[in-house]
């Protein structure tokens, strides 16, 4: 049994997750394989009208703020996103030197 966490939350912006087996796809996985999918490409479209929007410059505050709003919300489906697909990838810890190295690398830059 493996737990997927949703691209969507629940009740009070608690996590959701689906109980699966890993393997077999069903309508809710490919639910949120899409409503991922469909996330990210907003994101992209969002994009595409901000770069427009400051191509043509000339914005009042009220837009930037609006503009502002937006790629927030935008930023934070595609952290969710890539949070949810990261914990669906198996990745085995790796032991070897270069793999510690790193490790107390991002410890001491990152985490701290």
Known sequence: MVLRLLPW???GGRPCYLRTDGVNHTY????????ESVQLA?????LDHVDKA?????L???????IVTWLTEA?????????CRGERLALPPAEDA??????AVIDREIIR
């Open 54 to 58: 400051l191509e043509d410059g000339d």
């Open 75 to 83: 930023l934070r489906d595609a952290v969710h996103v890539a949070e």
């Open 28 to 35: 809710m996985t490919r639910l949120a394989d899409n409503f």
């Open 42 to 46: 907003m994101g992209l479209d969002l």
């Open 98 to 103: 270069a793999s510690r190295a790193a490790d």
């Open 9 to 11: 939350t629940g009740e």
């Open 60 to 66: 009042r505050e009220t837009e930037l703020r609006r």
